[in-house]
């Protein structure tokens, strides 16, 4: 069934998920409300509107395959991060019955979907226009966040698992590249893993330099308000190192014509909450390169690697060499 409803037209799906969505926020008391499509990309996203500005939200339907842990992790760090600081992120919100997450199921959407809702930042979205400014506030939200993650801890029970060196030398299957790359490609891509895990190892994986991270920190996940950066799109959050974030951020800016001072102005703002150490720029690369290693993972794991897929991979071992020649 999972395979008809993914071939069904777009329109077919979104008015299926809109019906899904009605019975979710029946959960919540919000029957008699107005809401709209957002996106279908990773999971189905509705903004929810009840004419009260203070009571306006976003309807998360996960995908069919969601792991329940994950999302779990998502919404305890937002509820923590709500309860223990200032930032303005997307605050989960409970059921008339007290849950966080809700299942939900109707005929035509194929199994049971956890669905959440979770409070509306609002903001605009910029990306081209970021200014050494913005970089600044981003710089300083981020180090929140990472401060926030020094203490925070998961319930035992999800407890992600430890992105350490020994999990990245393990990352790849090298049967899977062969098929796709030359040994010589294989072989930069063996020197980036060793890099990362050199570096890791050095590090070392106390709550100084690692703990929650949001994962996917891109500009097309922050929104400006006030002169303020807010983020959302935690979905994706899981143990890693706080240079993972930065990293992350930083290969979206540095190539633009003000990329240094933009870098720049990023590192100042979070050096104005949280201190980074002096050798912080050196290694910021290498997880860049554990970002190129992650891409070529992801890739690795659909099932057409022509075309666009194929594109993709050449690129991200392109990043991955243009790292390496700078060690």
């Not at 223990?84 to 989960?92: A, M, N, S, W, Y």
């Not at 990245?168 to 049967?175: A, G, H, K, M, P």
């Not at 799109?233 to 633009?256: E, K, M, P, Q």
Request: with cysteine; glycine share 6%.
């Amino acid at each position: 069934m999972m395979d008809r409803f993914e071939q069904l037209p777009d329109s077919e799906k979104i008015e299926r998920y809109a019906r899904l969505a009605q019975k979710a926020l029946s959960a919540y008391g919000l029957s008699d409300v107005g809401f709209a499509h957002l996106q279908t990309s990773t999971h189905a996203t509705f903004e929810v509107t009840t004419g009260d500005p203070s009571r306006h939200y976003a309807l998360r339907i996960c995908r069919a395959e969601w792991p329940y842990d994950m999302l779990q992790r998502e919404i305890l760090w937002l509820t923590s991060l709500c309860r223990d600081t200032d930032l303005v992120v997307p605050e989960p919100m409970l059921s008339t019955d007290g849950q966080l997450i809700r299942k939900v199921a109707i005929a035509g959407v194929p199994g049971f979907r956890l669905c959440t809702l979770l409070r509306w930042v609002d903001g605009e979205q910029r990306n081209s226009e970021l200014t050494a400014e913005n970089l600044n506030r981003i710089g300083s939200t981020l180090a929140t966040l990472h401060a926030h993650a020094t203490t925070f801890r998961w319930p035992d029970e999800i407890e992600p698992s430890r992105r350490d060196a020994t999990h990245v030398s393990q990352t790849l299957n090298e049967d899977s590249l062969l098929s796709l790359f030359t040994e010589t490609q294989i072989d930069t891509i063996r020197q980036a893993i060793a890099w990362i895990g050199r570096t890791m190892v050095e590090l070392g994986s106390g709550s100084a330099v690692a703990g929650a991270i949001h994962g996917r920190f891109t500009p097309s996940h922050l929104r400006f308000a006030n002169g303020d950066a807010h983020a959302i799109g935690f979905g994706h959050c899981r143990w890693g190192y706080y240079l993972y974030d930065i990293a992350t951020l930083r290969r979206h800016v540095v190539s633009r014509e003000n990329g240094v001072a933009l870098v720049a102005a990023l590192l100042d703002g979070y050096r104005s909450v949280r201190a980074l150490p002096d050798d912080t720029e050196n290694r910021i690369p290498a997880f860049s390169a554990l970002q190129s290693i992650d891409r070529i993972r992801s890739l690795l794991s659909e099932s057409d690697l022509t075309g666009r897929a194929s594109r993709n991979l050449d690129r991200e071992h392109a990043v991955l060499q243009s790292l390496i020649e700078t060690i």
